[in-house]
């Protein structure tokens, strides 16, 4: 998270095709990034300029443009989505642009990201089973974040079970983070499993650089 309200996460995906030993690794990237990009377009622009090695996606909020896309990337090929018309975009850890799945591992139906990427398809989207779309504030944010519902084998998923059950809550989290952009302001989520029930506390960023008249967030938590 940069002070220019531009965020970027790094999720891991998996290529046996299309790798390669020279050029940058995505956390050298990222790193640039959030150092020198003050919009999705800079950023954007950044990574199609590079020789990249790693097989990644990364995602990237812009908040003064109100932007984001999630960009899918192997060695020799890069695509990416920006938010719909409904203002979403979401991603998970395998490539669903049509021109790089060819270039990810096949993951059977059970797989951690499929079943993620279905329930977060019932939860963001307006007419989806479960739908928060219209109450995606901080407080509707938390409920994706911690939803341990899987929706390929119709059952929720313990709290207390340690295998991650293949949903968006899964104790294979070791972090959790909402951004407000525009606010320059994140909650953080990290200790033991289960992460995303824990509690998340605020950090802004005018604060801990020193902007004049900056205060902490408010709230400075959410439980």
């Not at 990364?58 to 719909?84: K, P, V, Y």
């Not at 279905?118 to 938390?142: A, C, F, H, I």
């Not at 070791?174 to 606010?183: D, E």
């Amino acid at each position: 998270f940069n002070a220019a309200g531009v965020s970027i996460c790094s999720n891991e995906a998996h290529s046996e095709n299309d790798l390669d030993r020279e050029g940058r690794p995505h956390i050298q990237m990222l790193y640039k990034m959030l150092g020198e990009a003050g919009s999705l377009d800079e950023a954007l622009a950044f990574l199609q300029g590079e020789n990249h090695m790693s097989s990644e996606i990364f995602f990237i909020a812009d908040g003064d443009n109100n932007r984001a896309a999630g960009i899918e990337m192997s060695a020799t090929h890069l695509a990416w989505r920006e938010m719909n018309d409904d203002h979403l975009v979401w991603i998970t850890n395998h490539f669903i642009e049509p021109e790089m799945v060819p270039f990810h591992i096949e993951y059977p139906p059970e797989a951690s990201s499929k079943t993620r990427l279905m329930r977060v398809q019932e939860l963001l989207p307006p007419g989806g089973p479960d739908s928060l779309y219209g109450t995606l504030d901080v407080t509707g944010g938390l409920k994706v974040l911690r939803d341990r519902y899987n929706p390929l084998f119709g059952e929720t998923v313990p709290e207390e079970q340690f295998d991650d059950g293949g949903t968006i809550a899964n104790n294979g989290c070791i972090h959790s983070m909402i951004f407000l952009n525009r606010k320059r302001v994140f909650y953080f989520a990290a200790g033991e499993p289960p992460v995303p029930s824990r509690q998340y506390v605020g950090f802004s960023l005018d604060e801990l650089f020193g902007v004049a008249g900056a205060g902490p967030p408010d709230p400075p938590y959410y439980q």
